[in-house]
């Protein structure tokens, strides 16, 4: 894995973009798999700034979303399907038939889970872009989760679920099952950011380069990787100077 430590969460950023630019200026077609959460937002903001300055066009790009809050409709701003649309969909030329996630309403999650898995089968992604848990996870694949895990309903960790409070009124609003795509699907990816900001991050960003390779540690897949690169900032990389 190539890691990169930079300063702060803006040159995480920064650097971010400057990779997805490449992959979508190289490949007018590419297929983007994007991550939901805190740490991917400036790397949204600059695609966004650099389409309404530059021009740079999604016109013909898809994307496929790692996760979806399980009783969760779209049109519910605590969907990440919402999320998607509001910070960055709706901002940039891309159709949205052409971003793709799984349905949190779906009645049966099965048939769901299968019809995401086969979606993501025939579209291969150029880049994929990911955040960490600080338990490790990638996606919604919590510690134990199987390598060769396909697209999947979860129960969410409890730290997960107190991570993620910080985005609801309350903690009992936080939902506690999710629709997932597996590691192995993630695996697929020609191209792997993994982005890591935060003080918060050290322990599980510190596992993933220098810890045993484990389901215990969903993040450690990575290490597999042909192609997979780790922006952090210093507090999330604090720990990997020593
Ligand atoms: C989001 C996702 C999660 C987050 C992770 C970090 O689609 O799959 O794995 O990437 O929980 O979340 P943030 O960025 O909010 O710290």
Redesign the pocket.
Known sequence: MKIIIVKDYEKVSDKAFEIMKEVVSGNPEAVLG???????LGLYARMIADHEENGTSYARVKAA???EYAGVGKDNPNS?AYFMRKNLFDKIDIKLENTHIENGMALNADAECKRYAELLANMPRDIQV?????NG?????EPGTPFDSVTHTVELAES?VR??AR?FDRIEDVPRKAF?MGLSEIMQAKKILI?A??AN?ADAVYGMIRGEVTEQLPASILRKHPDCVLICDEAAGSRLKN
């Open positions: 994007l991550a939901t959460g805190t740490t991917p979303n790692l996760d990440y990911l955040g960490i848990g600080s996870h990638i996606a919604f694949n997960t991570d993620n985005l997932t982005l900001t935060g991050k």
